[in-house]
């Protein structure tokens, strides 16, 4: 096989539109909640139940994510392997975000409860949408 055909067989070329959205949304929404984070840790963590090291923590770590989203999003041609990591990083998030409520129910808020999962289905929505963009750009 030819250097040619295997970037054909392991990356997402223009067909990937879809795909180059979700990561974008995906970015979009990663780095503005990781934003807040870092800059609002001490206040939220009273407000959800959570501890601010832990916010900021997450904060920093989102806005690392979406940077790389965003670099991923902009190459001419998306690699398959790295589009993949994203889909199953983002369902791994989910659940993770699950059991994170369940193991602070004790401590989460009502207010902590709903934001955690509320971005868990944003992130499921995005991981989807990226699984969707992947199928379509065979």
């Known amino acids: ?8 067989i392991t ?5 990937g539109r879809l795909l180059r959205f979700a990561l974008r949304l995906d970015a979009a929404g990663s780095g503005t ?3 807040l984070g870092l800059a609002a840790a001490a206040p939220l963590a009273d407000l959800m139940g959570a501890t601010e090291g832990a916010l900021y ?15 991923l999003a902009a190459r001419p041609v998306i690699p398959r392997a790295g589009a993949w990591t994203v889909v199953v990083g983002n369902s ?4 993770g975000s699950i059991g ?21 289905a944003a992130v499921a929505v995005f991981a989807d949408l ?3 963009g992947l199928r379509r750009a065979r």
């Open 57 to 71: 923590g997450t904060g920093a770590f989102l806005v690392g994510y979406a940077l790389a989203l965003v670099l």
């Open 33 to 35: 909640l990781g934003l």
């Open 11 to 15: 990356a997402v070329r223009d067909g």
């Open 92 to 95: 791994l998030w989910v659940l």
């Open 1 to 8: 096989m030819t250097a040619i055909s295997l970037t054909r």
């Open 130 to 132: 990226q699984w969707l």
């Open 100 to 120: 994170a409520v369940v193991a602070g129910r004790d401590t989460f808020t009502t207010l902590g409860v709903a934001v955690v999962l509320a971005q868990a």
